[in-house]
């Protein structure tokens, strides 16, 4: 039989998803990760779930990986020594930016620093015009300067970004090519293979942070791609996309900036099928981990995507699933400030050295050793009792750090920091939701990660939303992901025109050189036409905007009918997200987009089998909800068959995650093992815990 791996790493666990091309069947496992060097907590997944399961290497037929490299390259600034060459007057773009506060009433707010300092941005001398014509070409002697410069400095990445290169790449690629003859071995990036559209901030930000995390991300693939092909592993390796696509090894060390949301994309994908098993179109999903939660949007079973992003304050303009992350995760410090509040986050324990009750050094209080007091996690082991559990320890440094300083219980100071940590998040899936004018009554909750579902019936609450869902394998959920995605590659060309004088025959010229690039791609990868899928979209604005909004074309054959119908969406569009629309005023176009698929064969999720319909057996442990201890029922995941129901109080354990059910609340198990639970309005919880 042949297999798929996919495989997430996290802040504090490396998640393994493995499933059976035969019978659809998905095995999971749990290894700690190795920040030191993720690529050996990945290789002790491969080797554990291979081992578990008696499978040899050679079996595993398709392999692809969500990566955390470039993403934390970038937030600890640990990247390489990278320089910048622009158009000569324009040296500043990146400290300059767009003259916005990054927080409005805070007076001592500061940008973070440009990760390429004003020394190593350099000028060289050339112009193209807004026309894309090539007015002023550069000297070959400004070349050679350049080349002195690199040599001096020992640059280790370089970012080339000339003005307007969007409307005329031509300078661009004659100084990469240039370069690249006097120093083979340097990493460079140029916009114009990167982002060619218009804003030259946001152009110019982007290829900074991908040439920022190029060399530490061709380390660590390569070194992957060399270990997993000692261990035996035939299969290529496939890379996560923000966008929730998967791209080649060779393209993803080209354009990293295209990972910075690698493994939390992945679960997003797989919240997109659990959709579709349970005909709940709109979910808001929340994938919780050791150190952050990352929050998106799925409506009418389609993700929500951006092209306007920023992670760190960097802003990032390619596509990505349109996610908000805060640092409020299993590991998320506990601290009591200056005036004496109780903190959360963002500050973790991270894998190394972890919470105090995993016993392997910490020494501050968290959110996971909250959830240990309170009964919530299980207070001997987890992982399957892989992992023993310090709850003595956990008491202790609560009770020192948070309960004393605050004069409360050590049960009350646990469930102080879950509020706080709760009510962290709600605000943080707020900005996906609300402020994008959604109701949040109108969706389910989907919680995933591994402390997703501990928390996820406080959130619902909070919310309001319909009911929750957790999936068979939550604290797997993205690794499970990644092996649905199907390959994608997104193309963008500048297309500047009012919609009112626009040039159709034009228009559909650029949509046809951008759609046979996009198949040209995908045929080199195995694709034929059957199993391609080409998608065409437009950014429109009201004329004098500064942003602008994606819309999908109606047919990739633009006629005033076709654009016609392009500008109500876009009107309905900016009405939702903006509360208002202006259908008589002009509207231009900024940039044409294509997005292709090579679609990857999907196999059936295999269902559970009928029970018997007997009472499942449980054991007991006393559980604090809202201020009191409750006897619980404690159910082990796998032995819950289908349509079996029960009622909270009860905690569900399984290998990878542990959820929380309240007194009152109903849970059934629907065919294909998610945990449905109905979501309780806050009087109907406070009467059930009365009862």
Known sequence: MKYRIGVDTGGTFTDVALLAEGTGDITVTKVPSTPHNSAIGVMDGVRQILSENSISAGDITFFTHGSTVATNTLLERKGAKTALITTKGFRDILEIGRQTRPDLYNFRARRPKPLIPRDLRWEIDERVNARGEVIKDFDRKDINVLAEMIKKEEIESLVICLINSFLNKDNEVKLKEMLREAFPELSITISAEILPEIKEFERTSTVAVNGYVMPKMNFYLRDLENSLEDYGVKSSLYIMQSNGGIITTDTAV??????????????VIAGTDIAFQTDI?????????????????????????????????????????????????????????SGGALRVGPHSAGADPGPVCYDKGGTEPTVSDANAILGRLNPDSILGGKMKMNLEGARKIVKEKIAEPLSLSVEEAAEGILKVVNANMVRGIRVVSVEKGHDTRDFSLLAFGGAGPLHAVDIAHELESKNVIVPPSPGINCAAGMLIADVRHDYVSAFISTTTNIDYEKLQQSLKVLEDDARSALKQQGFDDKHTQINHSIDLRYVGQAYDINVELASVEVNADVLDKTIQDFHDIHEKIYGFSRREESLETVNIRVSSFGLIEKLESRKLEEGSGAEVEYTTRYVYFDGEFHETKIYQRPNLYMNYEFEGPAIIEQLDSTAVIYPGQRVRVDSFGN?????????????????
């Open 281 to 337: 179109g709109n979910l808001i999903t929340i994938d919780m981990g050791g150190t952050s939660l990352d929050a998106a949007l799925i409506e009418n079973g389609e993700p929500q995507y951006t092209t306007n992003s920023q992670i760190n304050n960097f802003p990032i303009n390619v596509p990505m699933v349109e996610m908000h992350t805060i640092g409020s995760g299993g590991g998320s410090i506990a601290w009591i400030d």
């Open 254 to 267: 080209e354009q990293p900036v295209r990972t910075v949301l690698s493994g939390p994309a992945g679960g």
């Open 675 to 691: 945990l449905i639970i109905e979501n309780a309005t806050a009087e109907d919880k406070e009467d059930a815990i009365d009862d």
